[in-house]
């Protein structure tokens, strides 16, 4: 599809993004990308009528291994997805209560999730109680979500005065935005 008509958002084509990264529009990059989660992953999962918790955690993952790649300017995670995990976990969040050097969200959420369609390990997905309680191996989908959210408003706002996050972002882009070309 042409640039000018492929949509990275619903109101950004491809080539409205090449002219605003040419012109260094930090701020309107940033609002471009949290739109761009809004409405491929938070926005579906609030305006449901059936609202899951395993659901609610299954799109939790793909968004967090999609940031990460932002962050990292990884054209693609293949063979990276733990380490992409271990990595956001680190970064300075309330989700960090989940880093671990076994790695057992990745292990027991995120794989169980992918792999086996459950959450592996004793582990329960409910919405409601604490964000983590590993006495009782529970979840809480609703809060994991919300501190989701404000990660990526965290990176909309590093955009704009972090060189190193523009500069890993910028390669990420080239990435989904080749990807868009058909040929």
């Known amino acids: 599809?042409?640039?000018?008509?492929?949509?990275?958002?619903?109101?950004?084509?491809?080539?409205?993004?090449?002219?605003?990264?040419?012109?260094?529009?930090?701020e309107a990059i940033g609002r471009f990308i949290k739109a761009r989660f809004e409405e491929r992953y938070f926005k579906p999962l609030e305006n449901s009528q059936s609202k899951?918790?395993?659901?609610?955690?299954?799109?939790?993952?793909?968004v967090i291994e999609t940031l990460?790649?932002?962050?990292?300017?990884?054209?693609?995670?293949?063979?990276?997805?733990?380490?992409?995990?271990?990595?956001?976990?680190?970064?300075?969040?309330?989700?960090?209560?989940f880093s671990s050097p076994c790695n057992w969200?990745?292990?027991?959420?995120?794989?169980?999730?992918?792999?086996?369609?459950?959450a592996r390990g004793g582990w329960r997905i409910w919405r409601k109680g604490p964000l983590l309680d590993t006495?009782?191996?529970?979840?809480?989908?609703?809060?994991?979500?919300?501190?989701?959210?404000?990660?990526?408003?965290?990176y909309e706002n590093r955009l704009s005065f972090d060189d190193g996050c523009w500069h890993h972002f910028k390669k990420k882009m080239a990435a989904v935005c080749a990807n868009c070309d058909e040929s």
Not at 71 to 95: C, P
Request: glycine share 4%; proline share 1%; with cysteine.
């Open 1 to 26: 599809m042409p640039a000018e008509t492929t949509k990275l958002s619903s109101s950004i084509t491809v080539a409205h993004y090449f002219e605003l990264e040419q012109a260094e529009n930090r």
């Open 52 to 62: 899951n918790g395993f659901t609610i955690l299954a799109v939790a993952c793909l």
């Open 68 to 97: 990460e790649s932002f962050y990292q300017g990884q054209a693609d995670t293949k063979n990276m997805s733990k380490k992409m995990f271990s990595d956001f976990f680190k970064r300075e969040t309330a989700l960090n209560v």
């Open 105 to 118: 969200f990745f292990n027991d959420i995120r794989c169980g999730i992918l792999h086996q369609g459950e």
């Open 135 to 154: 006495k009782n191996k529970t979840i809480n989908a609703t809060r994991f979500l919300q501190e989701l959210k404000k990660a990526v408003a965290v």
